[in-house]
């Protein structure tokens, strides 16, 4: 069974209902796994912020980028984005 808002035969306020509980439940996550991430690093730049490391020709290292950090795990944990360490 569909629903939506095109939906006729489901009451709206329910429709609202259940995208804001979704969207809830989503704030929550994503603030337990900031509170986590912020808790295992130094700072929160340290953990919010990933940088990206190369080396020249003569094996002198230099940053090549930085990055904001995605969402470590997926729901199934399996990881989406870790950090890279300088090579």
């Known amino acids: 069974m569909n629903w939506g ?16 509980t979704q969207s809830a439940a989503r704030a ?3 603030a ?6 912020v808790a295992e690093s130094a ?10 490391w190369g080396a020249t020709e003569d094996g002198e290292l230099y940053k090549r980028a930085e990055y904001i950090r995605a969402w470590r795990y ?3 944990g399996n990881v989406i984005a870790a950090p890279l360490s300088p090579q």
């Open 5 to 20: 808002l095109g939906d006729i035969h489901v009451d709206p306020s329910e429709v609202l209902l259940r995208l804001v």
């Open 74 to 76: 997926s729901k199934l």
């Open 32 to 37: 337990q796994e900031m509170e986590t991430l």
């Open 43 to 52: 700072s929160l730049r340290e953990a919010l912020v990933a940088e990206q």
């Open 28 to 30: 929550q996550r994503y």
